[in-house]
């Protein structure tokens, strides 16, 4: 079957760094996904990564290990706007996304 | 910058009343989604069109769920009768071709409340 493992909780310090880590099984891989998604409100695109390796954007990067079935969202310099849920969600044969149930990120000052 | 548009952003309704739900897809985005989501929880595909035609709708409820897309650009969902376990966000998405580059880019969701 399909399947997307990420922790459901995480707690973290303003101005410290973080790493979300998501497992996948899917029937297929075609690139992994990570969304923020504040409460009440629809997900927002972070990263997408397709190749093994770093992608590194601002504050964020996503890291992928396609022969492990691995990625992680590291958030650096944390925000208190960076309060929310992370998704991660894999591409699979049919370029369908495959969703995990979301990280909640919560910072504390 | 171009975004989805969904409306409405909120409905309460009455279990076995009619409800329905539109999205205005990004200009040029020939494949849209609908998903629904429920607190604590990843989206749930429902269905999803390439232009006019339905590409998967294996996990809509259709004896209550329709969906179309009717010119290949906006899209109506709708559920008759709504029922309580129907309480979620149902969010709308679209992306360019549906291919593996592309992003799917969310709207701002409508919240479901049945009572």
């Known amino acids: ?109 | 910058e171009a975004e989805v548009a969904q409306s409405p952003r909120y409905k309460i309704t009455e279990k076995s009343q009619a409800v329905a739900f539109w999205c205005d897809p990004i200009s040029g985005h020939a494949t849209l989604y609908w998903y629904r989501q429920i607190l604590g929880q990843g989206p749930e595909l429902l269905v999803q069109f390439q232009d006019e035609s339905v590409v998967d709708d294996s996990q809509l409820p259709k004896d209550r769920f329709s969906a179309e897309r009717l010119k290949g650009v906006d899209s109506t969902l709708k559920i008759q009768p709504a029922e309580l376990g129907d309480s979620a966000m149902y969010l709308c998405a679209s992306s360019y071709r549906g291919d593996w580059t592309d992003t799917q880019y969310f709207g701002p969701g409508t919240r479901l409340t049945v009572l």
């Open chain 1, 1 to 109: 079957g399909q399947n997307i493992d990420q922790p459901t909780e995480m707690t973290a310090t303003e101005g410290a760094i973080v790493q979300i880590n998501c497992t996948y099984q899917t029937s297929g891989f075609n690139g992994l996904f990570w969304y923020q998604q504040h409460a009440g409100e629809a997900p927002t695109f972070l990263s997408y990564n397709v190749l093994d390796g770093l992608e590194e954007k601002g504050r964020f990067s996503s890291f992928l290990s396609r022969s492990k079935g691995y990625s992680y969202l590291l958030l650096k310099e944390l925000q208190m706007k960076d309060s929310a849920s992370y998704l991660c969600a894999a591409s699979d044969s049919n370029y369908q996304l495959i969703w995990g149930a979301g990280t909640k990120l919560i910072i504390k000052p």
